[in-house]
């Protein structure tokens, strides 16, 4: 499924469990599982810088996505938990500047957004962003990148 789907160029349904590439979460209400989706990229492509740097600039255009824009917050997050398979091209400190920018432009389209994990938050799917912003702090300590600031 994973090969398919970049075959066919639909990377952008796979990020976002869209056109029957959705994978039970069974730990989240999310639109698919990031942490399957990742693995299983990395599986199938190991050491291919270009199916990395694709896999990248996908999540940057999730970031982009007034509704999955949340969500894509997870691949962030992956990709630096991953951060060694994804080639010593790619800048990370930038990739997750300009993926933290463009949800951060979404922010009134998720706070109105009452989906998935984001129907239990008061802040909608905002909320989640928040948490996840949080979490990825680790980062900063572990590796040296900088999660910018949602303000």
């Given amino acids: 499924m994973i090969t398919n789907a970049l075959i066919m160029g639909d990377l952008h349904e796979l990020l976002t469990g869209q056109n029957g590439y959705a994978l039970v979460n069974p730990y989240r209400d999310t639109p698919t599982d990031p942490s399957q989706v990742v693995e299983s990229i990395l599986k199938a492509f190991p050491n291919n810088e270009h ?3 694709e896999t990248l600039d ?3 255009a999730v ?3 007034p509704i999955y824009s949340w969500f894509a917050i997870y691949y ?3 990709v630096l938990r991953y ?3 994804f080639g010593k ?3 990370l400190q930038a990739f997750v500047n ?3 920018a463009n949800i951060r ?3 009134t389209s998720l706070r109105a957004l009452k989906q998935w994990e984001g129907a239990t938050e008061a802040e909608g799917c905002w909320g989640v962003v928040t948490h996840m912003i949080g979490q990825m702090k680790k980062y900063e300590q572990r590796d040296g990148i900088v999660i910018p600031s949602l303000d």
């Fill in 89 to 91: 091209k790619a800048d």
């Fill in 58 to 60: 996908g999540i940057i």
């Fill in 98 to 100: 300009t993926a933290i």
């Fill in 105 to 107: 432009k979404q922010e």
């Fill in 51 to 53: 199916t990395m740097q």
């Fill in 63 to 65: 970031t982009r996505d």
């Fill in 76 to 78: 962030v997050n992956l």
């Fill in 83 to 85: 951060r060694e398979n």
